[in-house]
């Protein structure tokens, strides 16, 4: 098995330096030979890193402790599905997993039958150089297949937070995310290199960007899920650095996938779109680099890890490469790009869009770099926590909420304002309503209600503009109300599905909003027997319990709830105490329902007869979770859907009905 996984790896760097030298060598000679072969090249390539990946896995489902990553990340008695995990729970693995994913989706696009040849050794050398990077990194840092000197009984285990299902899924959506960026930013070094400004790159990476930017989504909502369920704080998102390195290339692919449909449509903002390109795959690097350098404190980065400065000096490469190629470029970039025509226009909302997603991603690098910033000028490390955040980001998300509600009912070009007005009066009526609504029960906080309100109008606007396609439509085929609203986003995929995906983020508005404002906390020390109160829940506390699993002891509280007046069943709030770790993991006992969480932690005991917990009572937090869904339904619509063959047009915009 060694002999093999360290093969694999050298084979790696070998192939990948073969097949980027035979690209090169391709190219100048225009020599299809030495293309063909780096297209074999890619191909061995990504057979050779399944080798290795397959290999990782075996020795980890088998316990094989003579391999330091093994004996360092599982033991005997954990559950097959942790031992699998812990592929990604270490950095040799995780950089493994990099590799793989790079080589598979090299091998995809070589593989590709679309008329995109002439592009192919330019995508593919981009990729290689990544792929090579990670190869170096791990022969001669982080090997996964390094042997121990002697071979331990057992293993270390997995960190207990990590035994989870949200940790199964969320890094290795977020990877998935991360690669898939390198994937348009290919494209886009290989547009410029061959000085093609046109809009084809764009529109061969559609659905790679989309998918990256999903991946993504998925591992941020999995990961504020798994955070909210493991750590025992009582929150999801607690601004933390490597939360945030997460964060930022989502908001900044989310700003290119709307500026691409300007280029797409109009041929305008082609800078703007290779901006962000290149500034979210070196945002991708710049989270794994938080992550493994260890210049920041978090609960996510990997411990004990010298590999921050072979991605630093990774990143500046790949950075000063790809701002060389777009300066040498830029004359003939701008030459080639339309300007805006009108102010009041569907292509200057989307301009503001990009500037307010933008300034979102600078408001976080700065506060997520400010202690860095701080003790390289001051030699005082100051911390920026979540007031900073929660500060500074909800004036420029209430912006953003509010720049979706309006940006569906301006028209291109120039939009006729008496019209817009027209479509906006509804919405903003049934916003008004829901705001007075709210004062009118006693809801307090005035920041809470306007975000509220202006989520209520985006929301409305969504639901409004959906009405009216199923409205024409049915007016058109004379459908039924359901199967014209299914065959209208069936026929609209792109535009339909973007209005889920916006729908979701109003849905998730709500349960942020709220559970920030208006949870409530109480920190109790009761006795058997003993009754509290919070809010509408009444908890009495019956006995603590001990048990063992696994190997692993259990202390577990016996807690009767009721919910104004009536019996709401049981809950047990743990504590696990691991052999192998020093601190014990908290079990957190949640009760939910559509309005609200019940959250309780057991967070000591005198006695088994005395303990204290932690309740929170967490208004709409299960919205987030829906509208995460609902984000990911509409993007995977969004994704399958392509052109419609025709249109007729309502009210001045698409309406989707073929013809």
Not at 274 to 285: K, M, P, R, V
Not at 571 to 583: A, C, D, M, N, R
Request: charged share 15%; net charge positive.
């Amino acid at each position: 098995m060694y002999l093999i996984g360290n093969i694999a790896l050298i084979l790696g760097i070998v192939i990948s330096l073969y097949s980027l030298a035979a690209n090169i060598i391709g190219m100048k000679k225009n020599n299809r030979k030495w293309l063909e072969s780096a297209r074999g090249g890619i191909l061995s390539l990504a057979f050779v890193t399944s080798i290795s990946a397959f290999l990782l896995f075996y020795i980890l489902g088998t316990s094989q402790f003579q391999f330091k990553y093994v004996a360092a990340y599982t033991n005997n008695q954990l559950p097959l599905v942790y031992k699998l995990a812990a592929f990604w729970a270490g950095n040799a693995g995780s950089l493994l997993l990099w590799a793989f994913l790079l080589s598979i989706y090299a091998a995809i696009i070589v593989l590709s039958k679309k008329k995109q040849n002439n592009m192919i050794p330019y995508v593919s050398n981009v990729l290689l150089l990544n792929i090579l990077f990670f190869y170096i990194v791990m022969v001669f840092n982080a090997n996964p297949f390094e042997m121990t000197d002697t071979i331990p009984a057992d293993g270390k285990g997995l960190n207990p937070m990590l035994q989870n299902p949200g940790m199964v899924i969320h890094p290795v959506t977020l990877y998935m995310g991360y690669v898939g960026l390198a994937v348009p930013f290919a494209y886009a070094i290989a547009a410029l290199l061959m000085k093609n400004m046109d809009s084809g790159w764009i529109k061969l990476t559609r659905r790679w960007t989309l998918t990256a930017w999903l991946f993504l989504t998925i591992g941020n909502i999995v990961g504020g899920w798994w955070a909210y369920l493991e750590l025992g704080w009582g929150g999801y998102w607690a601004w933390d650095p490597v939360e945030n390195a997460s964060f930022l290339p989502w908001l900044t692919v989310s700003a290119f996938l709307h500026s691409v449909m300007i280029q797409e449509r109009k041929n305008m903002l082609r800078t703007w779109n290779l901006s962000l390109i290149i500034l979210s795959y070196i945002l991708s690097l710049f989270g794994t680099f938080l992550v493994r350098s260890g210049i920041l404190t978090s609960v996510h980065a990997f411990g004990d890890s010298n590999l921050g400065t072979y991605f630093l000096i990774f990143m500046a490469f790949m950075m000063i490469f790809a701002i060389y190629v777009v300066i040498t470029r830029y004359q003939l970039i701008k030459k080639e790009s339309k300007p805006i025509e009108a102010y009041f226009s569907k292509e200057s909302s989307f301009l503001l869009n990009n500037f307010i997603l933008v300034a979102a991603a600078f408001a976080v690098f700065f506060g997520t770099m400010y202690p860095l910033i701080s003790e390289t000028l001051t030699g005082t490390k100051v911390n920026v926590g979540a007031p900073y955040f929660n500060k500074v980001m909800a004036p420029i998300m209430l912006a953003l909420l509010l720049l979706m509600a309006i940006c569906p009912l301006i028209s291109w070009q120039k939009a006729v304002f008496e019209r817009f007005l027209k479509n906006t009066l509804a919405p903003i009526i049934v916003a008004l309503l829901f705001a007075g609504a709210l004062v009118a029960m006693g809801v307090k906080g005035i920041y809470a209600i306007i975000g509220l309100t202006v989520t209520v109008f985006m929301f409305n606007v969504h639901l409004a503009e959906f009405w009216r396609g199923v409205r024409a439509r049915r007016k058109a085929t004379k459908e039924g109300f359901l199967k014209a609203a299914f065959q209208l986003t069936r026929k609209n995929q792109r535009r339909y599905g973007g209005y889920i995906v916006h729908i979701g983020i109003a849905v998730i508005a709500v349960g942020v909003i709220s559970s920030n404002a208006y949870s409530e906390e109480v920190m109790k020390t009761v006795n058997q027997g003993e009754s509290f109160k919070v809010g509408n829940y009444e908890l009495t506390f019956n006995e603590l319990t001990e048990t063992e699993e696994r190997g692993n002891g259990i202390v577990a509280a016996d807690i009767d709830v009721k919910y104004k007046g009536k019996s709401n069943g049981t809950i047990h709030p743990e504590k696990i105490f691991y052999g192998t770790w020093p601190e014990p993991s908290s079990e957190v006992a949640i009760k939910t329902n559509w309005k609200e969480d019940l959250y309780v932690v057991l967070s000591s005991w005198e006695s088994k007869e005395k303990v204290t917990v932690v309740v929170k009572i967490n208004p709409f937090v299960s919205w987030i979770w829906a509208g995460g869904i609902l984000m990911m339904i509409g993007t995977a619509i969004a994704l399958i859907g392509g052109k419609t063959s025709s249109f007729f047009r309502v009210n001045g915009r698409q309406a989707g009905v073929q013809s």
